[in-house]
T-cell receptor
Framework: QKEVEQNSGPLSVPEGAIASLNCTYSDRGSQSFFWYRQYSGKSPELIMFIYSNGDKEDGRFTAQLNKASQYVSLLIRDSQPSDSATYLCAVTGSGGSYIPTFGRGTSLIVHP | DTGVSQDPRHKITKRGQNVTFRCDPISEHNRLYWYRQTLGQGPEFLTYFQNEAQLEKSRLLSDRFSAERPKGSFSTLEIQRTEQGDSAMYLC?????????????FGPGTRLLVL
């Protein structure tokens, strides 16, 4: 069974700091990796996707993928209180499947 | 508005009643997915359509659940004889499938409470 593991947190960081969110996955054939942000009571909102090993930057967000270690992370620079949310990692692509497996999410709290 | 829409946003029903939810995907998207999410968990896959064809169903989708996408546009998810365990957020997502690297965009969800 495909598994995606995330520490549920909460991860608490001060405003302006770097928040580091981690995700590991069990299926070595996985090909596509996504980070979603979900505010309480709302639906997931796509932040970033990454397909290749290495780093991908978009504004204050950087996704890092290491397929050998089956590990994907999300860094949020200059964290703001508005970044406080649950961050979901999703993994897809194994065996040609388009259906993502989601982790349970990490709760991030950015305090002023 | 070009995003995914869902209706209703909230539904309260009594155990044993039937409920139906609707999802309108982004217009050019050919794939549509239904998920269920409970508190503290990530979304769990229920079923997905490519155009009007229902291609995969999760074992979570019991016989009481049925989904349709009759014309390859909007989709409905029906739950018959609801149970308290069906209380959850039901999420719809759509994507434009191309070569396996696709991104899903979620609707606002329908929150179901079964009393």
């Amino acid at each position: 069974q495909k598994e995606v593991e995330q520490n549920s947190g909460p991860l608490s960081v001060p405003e302006g700091a770097i928040a580091s969110l981690n995700c590991t996955y069990s299926d070595r054939g996985s090909q596509s990796f996504f980070w979603y942000r979900q505010y309480s009571g709302k639906s997931p909102e796509l932040i970033m996707f990454i397909y290749s090993n290495g780093d991908k930057e978009d504004g204050r967000f950087t996704a890092q993928l290491n397929k050998a270690s089956q590990y994907v992370s999300l860094l949020i620079r200059d964290s703001q209180p508005s970044d406080s949310a649950t961050y979901l990692c999703a993994v897809t692509g194994s065996g040609g499947s388009y259906i993502p497996t989601f982790g349970r999410g990490t709760s991030l709290i950015v305090h002023p | 508005d070009t995003g995914v829409s869902q209706d209703p946003r909230h539904k309260i029903t009594k155990r044993g009643q039937n409920v139906t939810f609707r999802c309108d995907p982004i217009s050019e998207h050919n794939r549509l997915y239904w998920y269920r999410q409970t508190l503290g968990q990530g979304p769990e896959f229920l079923t997905y359509f490519q155009n009007e064809a229902q291609l995969e169903k999760s074992r979570l989708l019991s016989d009481r659940f049925s989904a349709e996408r009759p014309k390859g546009s909007f989709s409905t998810l029906e739950i018959q004889r609801t149970e308290q365990g069906d209380s959850a957020m039901y999420l719809c997502a759509s994507s434009l499938g191309s070569g396996g690297q696709e991104t899903q965009y979620f609707g606002p969800g329908t929150r179901l409470l079964v009393l």
